[in-house]
């Protein structure tokens, strides 16, 4: 069972990610979703991740992948996601010193 807190977060990250998109795309998600988690397989971070593109992919009715990319203690993923497409289709999880602190 999905708990609230865990549901505003899907739908805040879904929101994000319809909002990159822009209007000028047809439907919204044409392919599969890549959601980067900064961190390695297994962790907190990761798992929350996991469950999250469970849950979005059923919403959007599109595959969503998860691709770790841990170093410098969240900084390869947050790189990787701030240098991604502003296409709405790369999504990032990380910490408030990887989102907030970090020049990338």
């Given at each position: 069972?999905i708990?609230?807190?865990f549901?505003?977060?899907?739908?805040?990250?879904?929101?994000?990610?319809?909002?990159?998109?822009?209007?000028?795309?047809?439907?919204y998600p044409?392919?599969p979703?890549?959601f980067v988690?900064?961190?390695p397989?297994?962790?907190t971070?990761?798992?929350?991740?996991r469950r999250?593109?469970?849950e979005?992919?059923?919403?959007?009715g599109q595959?969503i992948?998860?691709?770790?990319?841990?170093?410098?203690?969240?900084?390869?993923?947050?790189a990787?996601v701030?240098k991604?497409?502003p296409d709405?289709y790369t999504?990032?999880v990380?910490?408030?010193g990887n989102?907030?602190?970090?020049?990338?």
């Amino acid at each position: 069972m999905i708990k609230t807190p865990f549901k505003r977060v899907a739908c805040a990250v879904l929101l994000a990610a319809a909002a990159a998109a822009g209007s000028a795309s047809a439907e919204y998600p044409e392919r599969p979703l890549r959601f980067v988690v900064g961190y390695p397989p297994g962790g907190t971070t990761d798992l929350l991740a996991r469950r999250l593109a469970k849950e979005l992919g059923t919403a959007l009715g599109q595959s969503i992948i998860v691709e770790n990319r841990p170093g410098a203690g969240g900084n390869v993923g947050a790189a990787a996601v701030a240098k991604a497409e502003p296409d709405g289709y790369t999504l990032g999880v990380g910490s408030a010193g990887n989102l907030a602190q970090n020049y990338v």
